[in-house]
Nanobody, 133 residues
Framework: AVYLMESGGASVPAGGSLRLSCAVS??????????LAWFRQAPGKERDMVAV????????IYADSVKGRFTISLDNPKNTLYLQMSSVKPEDTARYTC????????????????????????WGQGTQVTVPS
């Protein structure tokens, strides 16, 4: 099994910055064979991919809505995933959840779109980010 625990959610003013963390653990977590991701879900909306990173080579892909503002990164010795959020907007308000699964093909366009959430089998509980308008 793989276990994921997010932290760092908060209320942050528009234009501000925030860093989310996700601790990854479990005997099933084989670093170089896994991709890790951040998803978000706003009330009444679907769970959308924010960013995905391949642990093997740190290659990443982002949703268009966060490109240039958010950065996904890893601290492998600490088994921790991060999401650095900058220039946040009210539309970034959502529950942010990290996810993990094997990714033999690495990071690619198949992680963009509504089907991305079906490519991950391990999920955390999420952490709330609120950007007041």
């Amino acid at each position: 099994a793989v276990y994921l625990m997010e932290s760092g959610g908060a209320s942050v003013p528009a234009g501000g910055s925030l860093r989310l963390s996700c601790a990854v653990s479990g005997s099933g977590y084989i670093r170089n064979k896994y991709c890790l991701a951040w998803f978000r879900q706003a009330p009444g909306k679907e769970r959308d991919m924010v960013a995905v990173i391949a642990v093997k080579d740190a290659s990443a892909i982002y949703a268009d809505s966060v490109k240039g503002r958010f950065t996904i990164s890893l601290d492998n010795p600490k088994n921790t995933l991060y999401l650095q959020m900058s220039s946040v907007k009210p539309e970034d308000t959502a529950r942010y959840t990290c996810a993990a699964d094997s990714c033999p093909g690495g990071v690619g366009s198949w992680y963009v779109g509504e089907g991305a959430r079906f490519l991950f089998g391990y999920w955390g509980q999420g952490t709330q980010v609120t950007v007041p308008s």
